[in-house]
């Protein structure tokens, strides 16, 4: 009964050899060593690209689409004992189905519970047949975003108890996992760049891992289906699902008090789009529900949504599949290290351990400049040896290390400014082509595909944050000298 609605040959089709050596193919290449470049993209997009075309007749999440049916998942819901007040499932267009209101709703309003045994878990999974296994595999084990993806392929089937709730969930998403190759180049000189190629590496290794456990027998019998049944179009589709509506729950209590989480995708709630806003979502152990309430007042017919968290654009299209036009104070992470060959380097490295920041990290700029972190991390590569001893051997005068303006001195507050201000006109260096006019005008055709026009709005508003910041830096470097 493996995949919706499809005929028993299709389920039980066998996998060919050729699929078989590609898929091996595609495991080595993804487990190599070395860095998410470009090539190495190509290399593995071409592999599943072929990999697919092999599958096209097995995968089952194409079929959800057309099967999508409201009134049976409300139904569902209501039987799961998923209570939704002044709230129904709409078409928001581009935005894909959410929540309307179905009169004035006021801010702080109860609106969905949504009870424990709703919601698809990792302990869900952990608790079936298929924990068995789960349990002892070392990717399963420490991966709990892979293990509920790969739990969730096995409920493609008509028999599902999930299946009402699964019809609900798009059949394609708005990430760079299902960008054209061409439309994932528009965000060189993004954060969401290495972030997108490294998605895709990950994903294919996951992938071909798995697919070479579940042709061991016993791995097989316990999870459900076979290498045959196992696509990797409906692993991305599940992953997909998981990292756009993946949230932690409360499943139960230790003995000494503190919640027991797990990772968890909540039906219902997990339709609601983002807009600004405040996180009105918590579990309640007293009652074992996910509520949820107004964030702010809606209207009758108003969209009801939520907000996601603060997260960065680049976080957004590259985790969730879009951009935020509105977006309140959006900023990008910034890689900075230590250099390893720095004379001090043994010093500095001591003195960012002591105050919890990294020799190496992607820190956090916006329009307003860098964050404190950043500020700390550039100040100490900057220090001499004097300034070095004096810090680590009086661990109070750390404090200050993140606030602009208590600089360590003059001569390394010039140092630190000139490493950050180089550091934000090499960004934007690498954001120059396609230039700003040409991202601008690719913007106001109306034949701009969906993927493109994100990464031009993402290459736009990274572009602004460092432009202010280069221009706030260069003031304060000025005031300086």
Known sequence: H???????????????????????????????????????????????????ALQTDRAAAPRLAASSDVASFTAWAAAQGITASKVVVKDFGIEGKGLSATQAIAEGESLLSVPLQAVLTTKTALDSPFGAWAKTDPMLR??????????????????????????????????????????????????????????????????????????????????GITPAQFTFEDYRWAVSVVMTRQNQVVVG??????????????????????????VTTFCNVQTNCVDYSAMKPFAKDEQVTMYYGDRSNSELVVHSGFFFEKHPSDFLELPFALKQDDPLVTLKTTLLNNIGIAVANHFVISSAGPDAQLVAHARVCAMIEGELKEHLAHPEMCASLGTLEKPVSAANEKRAVLSLLVRCKQRLAELSSPTEEE????????????????????????????????KMLDSKFAQLK
């Not at 994100?454 to 602004?464: D, F, G, T, V």
Request: charged share 20%; aromatic share 8%; hydrophobic share 45%.
């Open 2 to 52: 493996f995949n919706i609605s499809s005929p028993t040959s299709q389920a039980a089709a066998a996998m060919s050899d050729v699929e078989a050596s590609l898929i091996d193919q595609l495991l080595q290449a993804s487990s190599k060593p070395g860095p998410n470049d470009w090539a190495t993209f190509q290399h593995l997009q071409l592999l599943v690209a072929k990999i697919q």
């Open 142 to 223: 420490i991966m709990p975003n892979v293990l509920l993806a790969l739990y969730l392929v096995t409920q493609l089937r008509d028999d599902s108890r999930w299946l009402p709730y699964i019809k609900m969930l798009p059949r394609s998403f708005g990430t760079p996992l299902y960008w054209a190759m061409s439309d994932v180049a528009l965000l060189k000189g993004t954060s969401a760049y290495e972030a997108s190629l490294g998605q895709f590496r990950n994903i294919a290794r996951q992938y071909a891992y798995l697919h070479k456990e579940l042709a061991k027998p016993d791995v097989a019998e316990k999870t």
């Open 253 to 278: 209590v230790a003995s000494d008090g503190q919640p027991q989480l797990a990772l968890g995708l909540v039906p219902f709630w997990d339709l609601m789009n983002h807009d600004n806003g405040k």
């Open 439 to 470: 991202d601008r005008a690719a913007l106001q055709q109306e034949s701009a595909g969906y993927a493109a026009r994100c990464a031009r709005l993402l290459r736009q508003s990274e572009r602004a944050i460092l432009s202010d910041a280069t």
